[in-house]
């Protein structure tokens, strides 16, 4: 059975249930030789999550966030990095149908390709020297007019799921002095990935880096023009703390199994007895549910907002984004504490959810520009009061 077939939540989760059943065994071997999970994403395809969000009228299933998104926090209690990774497909293709700014023909040659053959995209913007974009900095990859298109040249970093991308999404300097978006094809000559992700965290998505080495593209692949630094607001990206918070709920179920069932001789039962223990779970839970709740309110408000309510929403998922990740963060050490030092060995998952969920701190929206954002609604509150 395929997600097709199916058409409540509750089924949605049964057939991502049994598909994820594998991914956590893998997940510790990716994490150790550094790889990306290539089986993973096929049994994802198997089922159709690749088309979740592509509309119904392109033969999608047309989820909405708040349908869409328990499934990425299921996806990552499993495997963050495969949860993160495929995230960024599922959430630029929602975008897509929000925005409607891409050529006709593009996008639903793109749709057409995802239904059908399980098509991956993802974006590429950030750049060594300009550090994320969301801080504004305008990219040194270059794009030139030339006779049948465009010319472009430049390198890309972060670029998540680099080896199994059927379709790049890329940010260039025109001219005019613009910033263009444009899509490119793995197979277009000139496009070259380099394996350079090293990191301690996320380490299955191969975010490598990408070389653009005069990428000639049609005309009608220059896609959309962006202001950098100049976001409008999007619940899309609500994928990221979903991840992070399916991290700490794999880490707190570590944490209760390891409780209920490690029994030193110095205690006449196993330490979830313990009043220290209790404590340290309940805490958990409530931070889990707290987290919960507000990223689940503010993906059902954007699911019912306007267009125009939904411009005003920019502190709100900044603000879920920044509650839900520093909590993920403090559930998983929480739960290590609660193992001791057993959670520090290898053969054990929770070393691999602390490092994990200290990626999300640097995944945009980043922290300190939303306390800024927040700050500056405040005092124009103020102001209209007065």
Same mark, same amino acid.
Do not use: C
């Given at each position: 059975m395929n997600l097709y077939q199916v058409n409540t939540p509750s089924e949605h989760k049964k057939i991502i249930s049994k598909v994820i059943k594998p991914f956590s065994d893998r997940a510790a071997i990716h994490d150790e030789e550094g790889s990306f999970p290539f089986q993973n994403l096929a049994d994802l395809k198997s089922v159709g999550y690749p088309s979740l969000t592509v509309p119904k009228k392109y033969g999608g299933q047309g989820l909405n966030l708040s349908e869409w998104l328990p499934l990425q926090e299921m996806i990552a209690q499993a495997d963050g990095s495969t949860a993160l990774s495929i995230g960024w497909h599922i959430g630029i293709i929602s975008q897509l149908n929000d925005k409607k700014t891409w050529p006709t023909p593009v996008l639903e040659h793109l749709y057409q390709d995802i239904v059908q053959n399980g098509a991956i995209l993802n974006a590429a913007a950030t750049e060594p020297e300009t550090g994320s974009p969301t801080r504004g900095g305008k990219p040194t990859t270059? /794009? $030139? $007019?030339?006779?049948?298109?465009? !010319?472009l040249s430049g390198r890309k970093s972060f670029t998540s799921m680099a080896p199994a991308l059927d379709y790049i999404l890329i940010t260039a300097t025109m001219p005019d002095d613009r910033v263009g978006q444009f899509l490119l094809h793995k197979s277009d000559k000139g496009v070259r990935i380099e394996e350079t992700w090293n990191t301690i965290a996320m380490r299955g998505t191969a975010s490598h880096d990408l070389y653009l080495d005069d990428v000639v593209i049609c005309a009608d692949h220059l896609v959309d023009i962006v202001v950098p630094g100049q976001k409008s607001p999007a619940g899309w990206l609500l994928h990221i703390p979903a991840c992070y918070l399916g991290i700490a709920q794999?880490?707190?179920?570590?944490?209760?199994?390891?409780?209920?069932?490690?029994?030193?001789n110095s205690l006449?039962?196993?330490?979830?007895?313990?009043?220290?223990?209790?404590?340290?779970?309940?805490?958990?839970?409530?931070? !889990?549910?707290?987290?919960?709740?507000?990223?689940?309110?503010?993906?059902? $408000?954007?699911?019912?907002?306007?267009?125009e309510e939904r411009l005003e929403m920019q502190g709100e998922?900044?603000?879920?984004?920044?509650?839900?990740?520093?909590?993920?963060?403090?559930?998983?050490?929480?739960?290590?504490?609660?193992?001791? /030092?057993?959670?520090?060995? $290898?053969?054990?998952?929770?070393?691999?959810?602390?490092?994990?969920?200290?990626?999300?701190?640097?995944?945009?929206p980043m922290d300190d520009m939303t306390l800024l954002k927040l700050a500056s609604e405040a005092f124009l509150q103020i102001e209209d009061v007065n």
């Open positions: 270059t /794009a $030139k $007019k030339v006779d049948d298109g465009w !010319l794999a880490a707190q179920s570590f944490a209760l199994s390891y409780a209920s069932t490690y029994s030193p006449p039962g196993p330490i979830k007895d313990l009043p220290t223990i209790q404590t340290k779970i309940g805490e958990n839970e409530a931070a !889990l549910m707290q987290a919960r709740y507000f990223l689940y309110g503010v993906a059902a $408000k954007w699911d019912r907002a306007t267009d998922l900044g603000a879920a984004k920044y509650h839900v990740v520093n909590a993920a963060v403090e559930i998983v050490d929480r739960a290590m504490r609660v193992v001791g /030092a057993q959670s520090l060995f $290898k053969e054990h998952p929770l070393q691999r959810y602390y490092r994990d969920v200290r990626a999300g701190l640097h995944n945009p």
